[in-house]
């Protein structure tokens, strides 16, 4: 139950009791002063039925049913030794179930693989960290984007995150920028969130920024200190975590974005990584004006 005006007054007691007693949540909201509108959001979010967070598609409704998406993934130090990450098994499997094809290629080898197509494939997915590469050997015709910007869309709100990408060019030397993780896996060589995203960041803002990072549970009550946070793909979360973390984000006026977003826009590809998602291009193209 929702008790707007709570600015004017509270909900008389025997309500709540009534409500407490039939173990009903409640929310006081003000409208017009605009609090406990982030309560109200937590709590639509826990409790909206199952479907409405499960019944969506990773991939495999920008490929139509007998064509191919072309899945770029490469093998280097940080890859699973033996197996694929699960953005790459959860993007095959989407496919298979929209009865299109998926052809799974490394970066050196994808020219010599798009040769070999009778015709262009629907969709080119690539690891993020291969963004430039990749861009080099598709033509520009064909829609091209990451794992990382699909699970975006999947996990949370793509439109939201593509807003909060442009948070990058407010970055100014000795801002706070936490990356945030949902797996605890351990580090290794050029890992993407410690070495690479802030390099990458670095190199674009031009100025010495501080990074922190955070790992599984670990995601700070008190977003304020940050002026970014980069957020992994989440895919060992869920979505109900990653639209919480969103919302919690936009209270605290911090702008939130994806590892696969943050690496498009500091190498200059962003509208292209875009370009299957026709909203959230329009609405980076909207926020530039």
């Not at 072309?70 to 929209?98: C, F, N, S, T, Y």
Request: positive net charge; contains cysteine; glycine residues 8%.
């Amino acid at each position: 139950v929702v008790f707007n005006k709570a600015d004017l007054r509270a909900p008389a007691a025997n309500e709540i009791e009534r409500l407490d007693r039939g173990g009903i949540p409640r929310v006081m909201v003000s409208a017009a002063a605009g609090t406990g509108i982030l309560d109200l959001r937590e709590a639509l979010l826990r409790l909206a039925p199952a479907d409405f967070f499960d019944n969506r598609r990773l991939v495999s409704d920008l490929v139509p049913p007998g064509e191919v998406a072309v899945l770029v993934v490469p093998i280097d130090k940080e890859a699973p030794k033996g197996r694929l990450i699960l953005p790459q098994v959860m993007a095959i499997r989407d496919l298979l179930d929209g009865e299109s094809m998926a052809l799974v290629t490394q970066e050196r080898e994808l020219r010599n693989a798009l040769t070999r197509l009778a015709r262009p494939p629907a969709l080119v997915v690539t690891d993020s960290q291969a963004f430039l590469k990749v861009a080099a050997d598709v033509p520009r015709d064909v829609p091209m984007t990451s794992f990382s910007i699909l699970m975006a869309r999947f996990q949370g709100d793509l439109t939201e995150q593509v807003r909060g990408t442009l948070g990058i060019e407010r970055l100014k030397g000795g801002d706070r920028v936490l990356i945030a993780e949902t797996c605890t896996h351990h580090p290794i060589g050029e890992d993407i969130g410690r070495v690479k995203i802030p390099r990458w960041l670095t190199q674009y803002v031009g100025a010495r920024l501080e990074f922190e990072h955070t790992q599984g549970r670990d995601f700070p009550g008190d977003l304020s200190p940050y002026a970014l946070v980069v957020h992994c793909g989440n895919c060992t979360g869920n979505r109900r975590e990653m639209m919480s973390r969103l919302h919690r984000a936009r209270a605290a006026g911090v702008p939130l974005t994806n590892y696969g977003l943050t690496i498009a826009y500091s190498l200059g590809i962003f509208e292209r990584a875009l370009a299957p998602f026709p909203a959230a291009l329009e609405t980076f193209r909207g926020a530039r004006v």
